[in-house]
Antibody, heavy 124, light 107 residues
Framework: ELQLVESGGGLVQPGGSLRLSCVASGFTISSNYMSWVRQAPGKGLEWVSVMYSGETTYYADSVKGRFTISRDNSKNTLYLQMNSLRAEDTAIYYC??????????????????WGQGTLVTVSS | DIQMTQSPSTLPASVGDRVTITCRASQSISNWLAWYQQKPGKAPNLLIYQASSLESGVPSRFSGSGSGTEFTLTIRSLQPDDFATYYCQQYHSALYSFGQGTKLEIK
């Protein structure tokens, strides 16, 4: 069964750093497009970053230069290193993926599987 | 970046109603559009991809249409379980983006 489990959230001061982890089971993350999506309290979904199977990465403008997505294939784990955190980064952070590469439908760009989320609170 | 705009933001409806949610893209995205349903305290659930393809396991009362810049999600004969928030997502650009959401609430 495919599963994603995030961890690493917590309370951090503005300007601080945090590293989120997403442990995957039931599939191999290095073969799939893996994303981070966040949701501020009471707000909508915001895509944050993606890592392609070939290690190409993209970031939303709101986090570019501050956040870094990476993975450890040996641990089948996706990471999000978050630096220079701001109050507006407060959100539940989900990792998400669709482990079915399909060039015709683009299914691999979608989010069919999600973790339970981890809450990041940036506050003094 | 591609901006996605949903309307309405809130949609009051009753069980049995047919409802339509609209999503507009700031530029053409062909049919690279997905719809998600999210219930309070839960992660979103993929409903439709490539504008009109139904995800496996999703009830057939859900349907999607559109291409280019305008898309719709239609729910035929609303069920109590359908009251939730719905989001569109474009994947035409490498920088994915979501609409702001439409909350379907009980009238």
């Amino acid at each position: 069964e495919l599963q994603l489990v995030e961890s690493g959230g917590g309370l951090v001061q503005p300007g601080g750093s945090l590293r989120l982890s997403c442990v995957a089971s039931g599939f191999t993350i290095s073969s799939n497009y893996m994303s981070w999506v966040r949701q501020a309290p009471g707000k909508g979904l915001e895509w944050v970053s993606v890592m392609y199977s070939g290690e190409t990465t993209y970031y939303a403008d709101s986090v570019k230069g501050r956040f870094t997505i990476s993975r450890d294939n040996s641990k089948n784990t996706l990471y999000l290193q978050m630096n220079s955190l701001r109050a507006e980064d407060t959100a539940i952070y989900y990792c998400a993926t669709s482990p079915n590469y399909d060039i015709f439908t683009g299914y691999h760009h979608l989010f069919a599987y999600w973790g339970q989320g981890t809450l990041v609170t940036v506050s003094s | 970046d591609i901006q996605m705009t949903q309307s309405p933001s809130t949609l009051p409806a009753s069980v049995g109603d047919r409802v339509t949610i609209t999503c507009r893209a700031s530029q053409s995205i062909s049919n690279w559009l997905a719809w998600y349903q999210q219930k309070p305290g839960k992660a979103p659930n993929l409903l439709i991809y490539q504008a009109s393809s139904l995800e496996s396991g999703v009830p057939s009362r859900f349907s999607g249409s559109g291409s280019g810049t305008e898309f719709t999600l239609t729910i035929r004969s609303l069920q109590p379980d359908d009251f939730a928030t719905y989001y569109c997502q474009q994947y035409h650009s490498a920088l994915y983006s979501f609409g702001q959401g439409t909350k379907l609430e009980i009238k």
